[in-house]
């Protein structure tokens, strides 16, 4: 494998003189069971010249348990969040689709809600000395529209070492990118695209499939994992049948539940899927010429290695 | 001296119950002016008009004042008893004791008071009305349609036949409409175009109708009895008095193979540059294309002029602007069929067999793009299971679509039925919400569909639908079973919902019409005027006002073509003389009222001295658009505009009158 | 299900409006289309697809609706939100059914569900961040099933996905103390949960 990789911010200075910097939050999941999506994410984020500044003592955002069974709770813990981002007066950015959710759904309720606003108000010491107002004013930005918009697929094309020839790539959004999308206002929620241009921009065949927002079964994986198996199968069948030969996501519980339990619905099936599933942030960084170890791509179940091996092999010309 | 006379109703108990009528009379009779005081129990009733009648006769009455419901109910039927007796009828006045008073009131005491109160104020405003007559305004029998679609066709035809001319403008190169590209009308299946071409063919032969296609409505002044309109024929590039209509420059047009699609055939075909929309055109004439025909694009090829018999390809032909004068205006431009791509959850219009409604029948029809053979769009494969899928648009608040556009569950069942009578083993799904089926046989015919036919009709709104392995899957649900259905089909046809023709906003405009947030003109009064609208002189007819069928735009066209003809029955027009009247001696010309008048009525006259020099130029309403609103009135800062039989003595005396 | 609903039932009527005010929806506008459910990825294993709860809530039946496996299999993936077209967020009255199904203590329809929900937002107000190790021991033993997935378990930690410790986050005893009072005015009455469709300003 190639040496590591230097920084494209010494190869090319534009990159930093752009001062792409956000505050960070990247959500428990990213140093346990998500522990890849975070190694990748620093990765190219530091080879592209982007700047992260980890939130200090940010705390877990809720995901789906809070808002499932609790009413005040969810918007606290979102809403402290917020606090803690404003103070480093740099748009927040994460990586995470449900922190990401349960991120702007706060915002869009605090703005929304006069009784929203008026709850929170209530709790003395939530905000940190934050406004309200400072909390639903903050961008709240994911990885995927960082790199589209504000870096430029342009110049991430420009920066590809290794074309992923031989990656076909179905693109899983799933669902809490996307919905609801007044809340969300990302991408088209029945057909995003965002992923697949960043993915196809690097070189590899974009797969046009028809379960990019279906969902695999999201935290019931705690405690229905077979439930789970049943949306995986369909979700890892489809994927198949279109010819893709890995699955890229964008969300730490649907990596989970499509790699790690991929082998309950295997077994409930009697299929071997045998689909590895990767970040975006790990493809991406293959293709820019980032080693496979800083992006942790050993760490999955299903191995992807073999299927990326035959992308390495061609480097761009 | 004034000599009033007071006419106080009971109106039954809407009336009498709240207000002590008599009491109101005895004290109306001791009001300075009033002549005769009188209660009656039904005063709009016979009985009761002939004792007003008979009050001005013998009373020697100067005024009227009839205190009862709302002039909106019977200031005509009290003004028409007025004029029969002598009285001009603009010196008859209503005061509203109902809905004014005993309809919002409950003290006795109270309302009682209060109708004494309003009573006399009326009087005290009557004393001061004067004589006015009605405006009469010429007619230019001529009638204008707007729309070659069915509506526009049977109102032209309506009013040609009454012996009047008829100007018809279709902006397509023929008439014929929406109703030209079914393949078969429900419930009777009639042909379409079988049923259709005659009465084109009528309008093409009627010897006063004047048939303009490939035309477009390009300005309109004037008022009621006396519209100028601009009309823009578009350059066809061919000479229609030559053209034979042989079609044999659309069969060597080499931009045939230039995959223009086809307008007549929603896409599911391609047509050369040079083009008859289908066979059975009026006129039967074809149009260039411009914006695609090779030789207006890059200066070569002229291949139509050189095999035209005819000689009649003219590539110099330029616009000819027509101007008209015609005494009223029928606007029928029909509607359109929403886009699919605002329901992403439905391939968002990037599926080739995920149709909509008039591209099955296009495929229904055997003079279509497959000759009538269901075939799938994207590989031509047999059809043996298709999904009718109601609904795609309407009735979804979400989409921004709230109503419901009538006509689809109908359709579809014929839809249905007729892929059954053409594949016998295919299978038909229907996924609806309700079944809306109320017009003559309409029941009947959904049921027929679904015990005779065998279409399977499911409950429930499909949540989403996705290729796979060559196949549509539609994802559904039978809320009637509670249970979970999927189907694979072939092809899938979206009853997407009906909007007003594009260009809807710009026509309004030109017409002074208003229509609603959906784009869909509006009428005078939803019930009882609903081929009117509130611009005097201009009707409506077809879906442009409502989404509709067949039989409703005949009738409506009708309608409104029966309304044309009463206009044009009377020598000339009466019109209000409640209009707004500028004094020239005071005018300063600031023209602050054409500003605001809603109707356009003000002009501008310029006043000249004798040898002919233009001392100023002062405002001059235009008595056949004015509507009386008085706002160019209340808006002229020197106060010389008034407006008749509301004139400031009479508001004030009134105002003064409640103050005292 | 086989009982006759006394359609003029005071209490229905009761059920309806609370539900109304937590979720801050118009149950009404549910026209009984059946779009929700046919687009459910988690229908095949409800009782009672979504469609089906709404009507039930129109008609006031509390018990069939609270108790319920539906809500607990709702896997709140917003589907269902987004493609109403009468703009209900049925994902959110999932939420407060969910919320007034734990304040009757109805919980033993999917009890699986039900323990791992509240275990996890247990840990959160613990620890501040999810310590997920901690998280899956904990459910399983409360579930009796203390070695499901306890190959996947080893697996993960093998390739470091399951650290040895819980993070720590500062502040955390404070904010122990505003999570006390965001239960109490949970708790209260006159709690209201606005969804998007109320009181916008």
């Known amino acids: ?317 | 001296m004034p000599r009033i006379g007071v006419f106080v109703c009971h109106c039954g108990v809407n009336i009498a119950a709240t207000v002590d009528v008599e009491r109101v009379r005895d004290e109306l009779a001791k009001h300075p002016g009033v002549a005769y005081s009188v209660d009656y129990r039904y005063m709009c009733s016979d009985p009761g008009q002939n004792i007003i009648k008979e009050a001005i006769k013998e009373h020697r009455l100067t005024g009227v004042v009839v205190a009862a419901c709302s002039p909106s109910m019977h200031e005509v039927t009290f003004r028409s008893a007025c004029a029969s007796a002598g009285l001009n009828p603009y010196l008859c006045e209503m005061a509203n004791i109902r809905e004014h008073c005993s309809w919002v009131h409950q003290d006795r005491e109270e309302a009682t008071k209060k109708a004494i109160e309003l009573i006399r104020m009326v009087v005290e405003r009557v004393k001061r009305n004067e004589e006015l007559f009605p405006i009469h305004i010429d007619v230019t029998k001529r009638a204008l349609v707007i729309g070659g679609g069915i509506a526009g066709i049977q109102a032209a035809l309506d009013i040609a036949d009454a012996g009047y001319e008829v100007v018809l403008v279709e902006r397509e190169p023929s008439i014929g409409g929406h109703m030209a590209q079914l393949s078969e009308t429900f419930p009777t299946l009639d042909c379409s175009q079988c049923i259709l071409t005659p009465k084109m063919v009528q309008v093409r032969q009627h010897p006063r109708i004047k048939l303009l296609t490939y035309s477009v409505v390009e300005e309109v002044s004037g008022y009621v009895g006396n519209f100028v309109v601009t009309i823009r024929k578009k350059a066809r590039s061919v000479r229609e008095d030559l053209c034979t209509g042989c079609g044999i420059c659309t069969q060597r047009c080499p931009a045939r193979r230039d995959g223009i699609p086809s307008e007549f055939e929603r896409g599911l075909a391609t047509r050369p540059a040079i083009y008859i929309p289908f066979p059975q055109a009026v006129p039967n004439v074809p149009v260039i294309d411009r914006e695609h025909c090779r030789y207006f694009l890059t200066g070569r090829c002229r291949v139509c002029e050189q095999v035209c018999p005819a000689k009649a390809i003219d590539y110099e032909q330029q616009d000819e602007l027509i101007t008209e004068n015609v005494g009223a205006i029928v606007v029928a431009t029909g509607y359109e069929l929403i886009s699919p791509s605002i329901y992403g959850e439905y391939g968002g219009g990037r599926f080739k067999d995920v149709i909509d409604g008039l591209q099955f029948e296009r495929l229904l029809s055997a003079s279509g793009p497959t000759g009538g053979r269901l075939v799938r769009p994207s590989d031509g494969k047999e059809v043996k299971v298709v999904a009718f899928i109601a609904c795609v648009g309407s009735r979804d608040r979400a989409k921004g679509i709230p109503y419901c556009s009538k006509i689809c569950c109908m359709y579809i069942a014929k839809h249905a039925l007729l892929f059954k009578h053409r594949v016998h083993d295919g299978e038909a799904y229907v996924f609806y919400m309700d079944i809306r089926a109320g017009g003559k046989g309409y029941d009947e015919f959904v049921r027929r569909a679904i015990e005779e036919e065998g279409a399977c009709y499911i409950r429930g709104r499909v949540s989403r639908i996705y290729e796979s392995n060559g196949k549509l899957i539609v994802c559904g649900m039978d809320t009637l079973s509670g249970k979970l259905v999927e189907v694979e089909a072939d092809l899938v046809v979206l009853a997407t919902a009906m909007r007003p023709s594009d260009g809807f906003d710009e026509l309004a405009r030109k017409l002074r019409l208003t229509y609603d947030e959906h784009g869909f003109f509006s009428e005078a009064h939803p019930k009882l005027r609903p081929v009117e609208t509130n611009t005097a002189g201009v009707f409506l007819a077809g879906a442009c006002q409502a989404p509709k069928d067949i039989p409703e735009s005949v009738a409506q066209a009708s309608a409104a073509a029966a309304k044309v003809l009463s206009l044009f029955g009377m020598p000339r027009i009466e019109r209000e003389p409640t209009i707004a009247e500028v004094n020239e001696m005071t005018c300063t010309g600031c023209f602050d009222c054409e500003r605001v008048c809603p109707y356009n009525a003000i002009e501008r006259k310029e006043i000249k001295d004798r040898r002919g020099n233009i001392i100023k130029v002062v405002a001059s309403v235009n008595p056949g658009l004015c509507e009386g609103c008085g706002a160019c009135a209340g808006t002229c800062r020197n106060k010389s505009i008034t407006l008749k039989g509301f004139n400031d003595e009479q508001v004030f005396a009134q105002l003064v009158s409640a103050s005292v | ?201």
Request: aromatic fraction near 6%; glycine fraction near 6%.
């Open chain 1, 1 to 317: 494998m190639e040496a590591k990789a230097q920084s494209t911010a010494d190869a090319h200075p534009e990159d930093a003189e752009r001062k792409l910097e956000f505050a960070y939050y990247p959500g428990c999941s990213l140093s346990g069971t998500a522990v890849e999506y975070g190694i990748s994410t620093k990765a190219l984020c530091n080879h592209l010249g982007i700047k992260l500044e980890e939130i200090p003592d940010w705390i877990c955002c809720g995901a789906t348990p809070a808002h499932a069974i609790r009413t005040l709770f969810p918007l606290a813990l979102g809403a402290r969040n917020l606090a803690l981002a404003a103070k480093l007066d740099k748009p927040l950015l994460t990586v995470c689709a449900a922190c990401f959710n349960r991120l702007k759904w706060t915002a869009y309720e605090l703005k929304h809600n006069r009784e929203a606003r008026e709850k929170i108000s209530q709790l003395p010491g939530l905000l940190d000395g934050q406004t309200v107002e400072r909390l639903y004013e903050l961008q709240i930005l994911h990885l995927l529209t960082v790199l589209r918009e504000l870096y430029g697929i342009e110049r991430l094309s420009e920066r590809v070492r290794y074309p992923l020839k031989g990656l076909r790539v179905a693109c899983y959004y799933g669902c809490l990118l996307v919905r609801p999308p007044k809340v969300m206002q990302f991408d088209d929620p029945e057909n995003p695209r965002v992923m697949d241009e960043l993915i196809s921009a690097v070189g590899a065949e974009v797969v046009d499939w028809a379960f990019k927002t279906e969902c695999c079964g999201a935290s019931l994986a705690l405690s229905r994992s077979d439930l789970v198996a049943e949306r995986v199968h369909r979700i890892l069948s489809d994927a198949k049948s279109r010819g893709a030969n890995i699955i890229c996501v964008a969300c730490p519980l649907c990596h989970v539940n499509l790699d790690v339990y991929q082998i309950d619905a295997n077994a409930k099936f009697g299929y071997e899927h045998d689909m590895p599933i990767a970040y975006f942030t790990q493809l991406i960084g293959i293709a820019l010429g980032i080693p496979a170890q800083e992006l942790g791509l050993e760490k999955h179940m299903v191995d992807p290695m073999k299927v990326l091996k035959n992308a390495l092999a061609q480097k761009q010309t």
């Open chain 3, 1 to 201: 299900m086989s009982d006759v609903v006394r359609l003029t039932d005071a209490k229905l009527k009761e059920f309806v409006t609370e539900v109304e005010r937590l979720s801050g929806q118009k149950v009404s506008q549910c026209y009984q289309c059946g779009k929700c459910s046919a687009g459910c990825p988690m229908a095949f294993a409800m009782d009672i697809d979504p469609a089906r709860i709404m009507r039930l809530i129109q008609l006031g039946q509390r018990e069939d609706v609270l108790r319920s496996r539906t809500i607990w299999i709702c896997a709140a993936c917003q589907t269902c939100t987004t493609r109403c077209p009468q703009e209900v967020e049925i994902a959110h009255v999932m939420d407060v059914l969910r919320s007034m199904a734990l304040k009757a203590g109805y919980t033993e329809a999917e009890r699986e569900i039900t323990e791992a929900l509240s275990q996890f937002v247990e840990n959160i107000e613990r620890r501040g961040r999810v310590f997920e190790p901690e998280l899956a021991i904990r459910l399983n033993i409360a579930l009796g099933r203390p070695f499901k997935d306890f190959g996947k378990g080893i697996k993960l930690f093998m390739r470091g996905k399951l650290p040895m410790l819980p993070e720590r986050v500062r502040g955390l005893k404070e904010l122990r103390g505003i999570w006390e009072m965001v239960r109490k005015l949970e708790l209260s009455e006159g709690e209201r949960h606005g969804g998007e469709g109320t009181k916008h300003s």
